[in-house]
């Protein structure tokens, strides 16, 4: 299971199948596995999950600056599964640290990395280091410049644990937002409030705004920031293998 | 043991601006002389060394580190302070090791 060779070939069987066959196959492969909830649209994983297997395990990092609505919602999926919703929060001496020596809003001046890196990725990793694989709910369409290449599975190697292997699923990766909401309607799914005031991707409050007709969902995050090339991917247009 | 460090050059022959932390990194550490050779993936050439061991391997993203060992299959790896942890045995500090991660993971979905 944990072969490069066998989670490459893996996932291009899984690449063509639907989010629910792509979920029986990491809920019944991984039984230490767990669903990272974003308080967003990606509560439809729960739905699909749940449906697979009721004893779902699924966190969300609580950075301690969502919505009141995020907070509303999470506990409103809580309770209409009936189940567990664990909330990672960051560690309270490292929130102290950043905020003592620059503020509660240096992510305007600086940008969203030093922040994020303490109220999630710390977390995150924590968190990670407990489990043999994870589900989220990324897709293409989210970001096409950085994420046109998410895979239905991967080797997650920057959370795994040292000389251990960690597998990521991203279910969703090959749906649209449109499929994705049609889903949500369809199956009666509860959703986060947010999106009906014009919030189209959901994170903490000061990060986050209601995008217009036309604007990409990413505009409604770290808007202040140009965005930039993603200086680390290998553009391989013309990699052959 | 073999290690080759895979660095990238943009199409427009600019530099990779993480690569060059990485290396400055390692030169710092003393962690250069270690390295048995650095090649080159040139964007604009599929052909140069190190795009040919990118689509050998199926890396999408650079730096990254090439190990072989007598015997055993070669391993890659993409993220610097895991090599730096499991081949070179040295320490990182939790700082550095999520700063990388920001550098290589978009945040919106979490």
């Avoid at chain 1, 960051?90 to 240096?106: C, D, I, N, R, T």
């Avoid at chain 1, 920057?158 to 499929?179: C, E, G, I, M, V």
């Avoid at chain 1, 369809?186 to 959703?191: G, K, L, T």
Wanted: net charge negative.
């Amino acid at each position: 299971m944990s072969s490069i060779t066998n989670i490459v070939d893996i996932d291009s069987e899984l690449a063509t199948q639907s989010p629910q066959e792509i979920l029986r196959y990491a809920l019944e492969n991984f039984d230490n596995i767990a669903i990272s909830f974003s308080g967003a649209e990606d509560v439809v994983l729960i739905d699909m999950a749940y449906k697979i297997r009721k004893d779902i395990q699924v966190f969300s990092l609580d950075t301690g600056r969502l919505h009141a609505q995020t907070y509303r919602f999470i506990e409103a999926v809580r309770n209409h599964y009936d189940i567990k919703i664990d909330l990672v929060m960051p560690e309270a001496a490292k929130v102290e640290k950043l905020v003592k020596e620059k503020g509660l809003f240096s992510f305007y001046q600086d940008d969203h990395k030093e922040c994020c890196g303490v109220r999630k990725i710390a977390p995150l990793r924590k968190q990670l280091l407990t489990v043999d694989a994870w589900i989220t709910g990324q897709r293409k369409d989210q970001s096409p410049g950085t994420r046109a290449a998410v895979p239905a599975m991967q080797d997650d190697k920057a959370f795994a644990r040292p000389d251990d292997s960690l597998t990521k699923f991203n279910p969703l990766a090959n749906w649209t937002s449109k499929q994705v909401w049609d889903y949500i309607r369809q199956n009666n799914v509860p959703y986060n409030e947010l999106h009906d005031e014009g919030y189209v991707s959901i994170g903490c409050e000061p990060c986050t705004r209601p995008t217009g007709p036309g604007q990409h969902e990413r505009e409604g995050r770290w808007w202040w920031e140009e965005a930039t090339m993603k200086e680390c991917g290998l553009h391989a247009v013309n990699i052959s293998k | 043991m073999k290690i080759t460090m895979v660095k990238k050059i943009f199409a427009d022959g600019s530099p990779c601006k993480k690569c060059g932390e990485v290396e400055e990194k390692m030169r710092l550490a003393g962690q250069l002389e270690r390295i048995d050779q650095t090649v080159v993936a040139d964007e604009s050439n599929p052909e140069s060394e190190g795009m040919v061991l990118a689509a050998e391997h199926g890396i999408d993203r650079a730096p990254f580190f090439v190990v072989e060992r007598d015997g055993e299959p070669t391993q890659i790896y993409t993220v610097y302070f895991k090599f730096v942890k499991e081949v070179l045995d040295a320490e990182t500090s939790e700082e550095d090791e999520i700063a990388e991660i920001m550098n290589d993971v978009d945040l919106d979905f979490l």
